[in-house]
């Protein structure tokens, strides 16, 4: 089972509508959570973190947490076409040791 | 304030040769990180650096690669010899510590022919 395990898309969607991205861990003592949006030819870009349970909301996007079920989320409200990139979550800490481990990333595009 | 340094952007050599990336982490950053992308697959991490100390290092190859992070601010990784596999872009990370958010470097894009 991989570590940090995420749908490699395309996800398509509207322009305006809500994009919802999806991440499961193995690992259940992981401690931190990050999403980061990658553009094509470019390195990562940190968008969220999350530490805890529950919902973390920064402009239009929005980061979920549910350690029971080991998932993290991300939703993009209002997609706009510039949101289209390869959207990677990342993990941190664990039994595996204190080491930031990535997903293969969904990536995402709207179609105006 | 300055973000992470990488240098350089691109290389090109030949297979059996070697090569070095410089990295230079944002200031006050302890937590150091290379990665390798290779194309469609996400960032995979070839060794991780607390201080001047390596806190994992499990996947980086250790026949051909090395790295150091000296006086524990900047790095060096060095692929020597290089095989035709190596051709990726290597990515250098870091963060205030372990488990606080990550800011990469715009990457070494290698092509080995």
């Known amino acids: 089972q991989k570590e940090v395990e995420q749908n490699s898309g395309p996800l398509s969607v509207p322009e305006g509508a809500i994009a919802s991205l999806n991440c499961t861990y193995s690992d259940r003592g992981s401690q931190s959570f990050f999403w980061y949006r990658q553009y094509s030819g470019k390195s990562p870009e940190l968008i969220m973190s999350?530490?805890?349970?529950g919902d973390k909301e920064d402009g239009r996007f929005t980061a979920q947490l549910n350690k029971a079920s080991q998932y993290v989320s991300l939703l993009i409200r209002d997609s706009q076409p510039s949101d289209s990139a390869t959207y990677l979550c990342a993990v941190w800490g664990g039994s595996s040791g204190d080491k930031l481990t990535f997903g293969t990333g969904t990536r995402l595009a709207v179609r105006p | 304030e300055a973000g992470v340094a990488q240098s350089p952007r691109y290389k090109i050599i030949e297979k059996r040769q070697s090569v070095a990336f410089w990295c230079n982490p944002i200031?006050?950053?302890?937590?150091l990180y290379w990665y390798q992308q290779i194309l469609g697959q996400g960032p995979k991490l070839l060794i991780q650096f607390q201080n001047n100390g390596v806190v994992d290092d499990s996947q980086l190859p250790k026949d051909r690669f090395s790295a150091e992070r000296l006086k524990g601010v900047d790095s060096t990784l060095k692929i020597q010899p290089a095989k035709l596999e190596d051709s990726a872009v290597y990515l250098c990370a870091s963060s205030f510590y372990g488990g606080t958010e990550a800011f990469f470097g715009q990457g070494t894009r290698l092509t080995v022919v």
């Open positions: 999350i530490y805890s349970n």
């Open positions: 200031s006050g950053h302890a937590t």
